[in-house]
């Protein structure tokens, strides 16, 4: 980290590290409560929109938490393979539903460890009624989850760290960013705490909006680099914990993030560095809209997927209420199961369970991997298929400008799922 390469205000917050002759790392400043950038409104307000209109569709939804446990099993399988872990979706539902990893890459523990955290970090965000439980305690609780068990992880989890670390280059004096040393950083993070929790300050007329605070909470985070590893999911669950806290839907952004990796680096770091707040706020805003977008194509698909089995076992003739029909919708929050999850999670015999696996075998609706000897899976490929699917939201985010969402756009198609195709 080259003391010219940071603004002339962030070189004068720069101390020496101890442990290295010459090398000097960067504390932040106190996390800013109120930005006035211009050029960002309407990246903002379209953000702004496309949660209340997510928000209003979630609440309508009779069952979504089969939609949202799906996401968020896609969310940790991208999240972690920008730390460059190579388990897919597939591989995260199958070690789930057998809890052995044979067969799968190594890495799978890691990628179920963000599915862990983030259920906690949404638990705590629950229990203790919104941005109050938006402490350091739950991110080290968050962290501890992520980090639980890891081979090669030389910190311990949910502990912050107690020496130095920088980001990019072989060493200290070749990094990108060089984080507060390990003495500033519980002060670092009590400020951050401060930000979370008071998203009002008395001081202020008016709230900053969300999407902002998102942004300045993700950069500020990453800036304080708080733990020996883990830095980069854990500040990437934090978001959907922000939005939780203040009653919306978790909106996963890794998708984004991860195909405009390069942009995603150079706008955060351009903050980190020179305070240049405008490109990466707008980078931000931009994301948040377009993961939306993607949640609700992704909801109707789903749903689409699920009304279409559902015919399929009309046309067999099977009953309404048998355990073929309940199994259906148990399948899209978990499109890999074995015969003794159905069992217990639809609360039948295990020749029930059995039989209602074989029906669907036959109708084509599951399949079981070939060369299976142990823990015999069913997988509902139409579910992993849509899962692994590049996003045509995402793969085309900086190349066009995005419009304004509304209910009688994507999801406007599902009159059982939503009573009305007025604008929210």
Known sequence: MKKSDLSIDRQRLLVRVDEYPGAHALI?????????????????????????????????????????????RREAVRSSQMEGTSSDINDLFAYEATGSGEGLPPDV???????????YGLE???????????????????????????????????????????????????????????????????????????????DQQYVVPLVIRMAIAHAQFETIHPFVDGN?????????????????????????????????FDTLLNVQLQDKW??????????????????MRTAEELIGILDNWQKLVANHGIRSDSAVNKLLEMLIGKPVVTANQVKDLLGVSFPAASNALAKLEEIGIVHQ?????????FVAQAVIELLNRASPEIETSRTRPQKAISVSGSLSSLPRLVSSNKRL
């Open 369 to 377: 991997p070939d060369k299976q000897v142990r823990n015999r899976t």
């Open 28 to 72: 932040p400043p106190p996390t800013p409560s109120l930005i006035t950038l211009p050029g960002i409104a309407n990246e903002v307000a379209r953000a702004h929109e496309a949660l209340g209109v997510l928000k209003s569709l979630t609440l309508k939804l009779p069952n979504p938490h089969f939609v949202t446990r799906t996401l968020d």
């Open 109 to 119: 523990v890691v990628t179920l460890n963000y599915v862990k955290a983030l259920d």
């Open 124 to 202: 705590q965000v629950q229990l203790h009624g919104g941005v109050a439980g938006l402490t350091s305690d739950l991110i080290k609780g968050t962290h501890k989850q992520l980090m639980n068990g890891v081979k090669g992880f030389n910190g311990v989890p949910g502990a912050f760290r107690e020496k130095q670390n920088w980001i990019g280059g072989f060493n200290i004096y070749e990094a990108k960013l060089v984080p507060p040393p390990a003495r500033h950083v519980q002060k670092c993070m009590d400020d951050l705490e401060m930000f979370l929790r008071n998203p009002a300050p008395e």
């Open 278 to 295: 405008t490109d990466w706020i707008k980078f931000f805003a931009t994301g948040v809209t377009l993961a939306v977008q993607e949640s």
């Open 232 to 264: 980069g999911r854990t500040g990437r669950i934090l978001m959907p914990l922000m939005l939780a806290a203040e009653g919306y839907p978790p909106v996963y952004l890794a998708g984004y993030l991860k195909t405009n990796q390069r942009e995603y």
